[in-house]
């Protein structure tokens, strides 16, 4: 047999599974690139609501997804939102804090939308969503019932009570605190004397 005999039977044996191979090459790709963009879509779709948990958990899934060399910029953009993120902040600084987490996430969802062919500028980005006012209040009153819940349940705070008792009552309760005090008395002069 010549070479061109060999070669042929390689293609016949090869073919076939160089490609499925391939086939499947391209579908682990589809399925990777459609990873991405539900990680986007996700982002895109919270970014007015970014303690929102399906806000979170795409975050997270970041590293993960965009793990290629191709998606650098995404994953830079990550790391900064990211940092920023873990920084502390007080009273005076908060403002500050919250308008850099604004930038860094437009910024991060930017480069996401430019890695997968997405065509969206940042003031876009930033300013094209909606979040209702009374989502914001609700989140804010929820907070605040938790936080001076823990507070009483821990003793660092007493739950304000006030005694309604109309004429009757008092005089009701008068009544039983006078014969409560008598009894008392009494008992206490039968045990001493």
């Not at 589809?30 to 970014?50: A, C, D, H, P």
């Not at 304000?160 to 008992?187: A, H, V």
Request: without cysteine; glycine residues 6%.
């Amino acid at each position: 047999m010549e070479l061109a005999d060999y070669l042929t039977i390689a293609a016949i044996i090869l073919g076939p599974i160089a490609s499925v191979q391939i086939q499947k090459l391209l579908e682990r790709r589809k399925e990777t690139k459609k990873e991405k963009v539900r990680i986007f879509r996700i982002l895109m779709g919270t970014r007015g609501s970014s303690l929102s948990k399906a806000h979170v958990e795409a975050l997270n899934q970041i590293d993960l997804v965009f793990e290629d060399k191709e998606y650098q910029s995404v994953r830079m953009a990550w790391g900064e939102y990211l940092d920023n993120l873990h920084q502390t902040f007080d009273d005076n600084t908060f403002s500050v804090w919250v308008n850099r987490n604004e930038d860094l996430l437009t910024n991060l969802l930017y480069q996401m939308g430019l890695a997968l062919g997405y065509n969206y500028d940042k003031v876009a980005i930033k300013r094209n969503s909606y979040t209702p006012v009374g989502h914001s209040n609700v989140d804010n009153e929820n907070q605040s019932i938790r936080t001076n819940l823990i507070e009483v349940l821990k003793g660092e705070k007493i739950l304000p009570m006030q005694l309604i008792l109309d004429e009757e009552e008092l005089k009701g309760q008068k009544e039983l605190r006078d014969l409560m005090s008598n009894y008392y008395k009494q008992e206490l002069r039968n045990n001493n004397g």
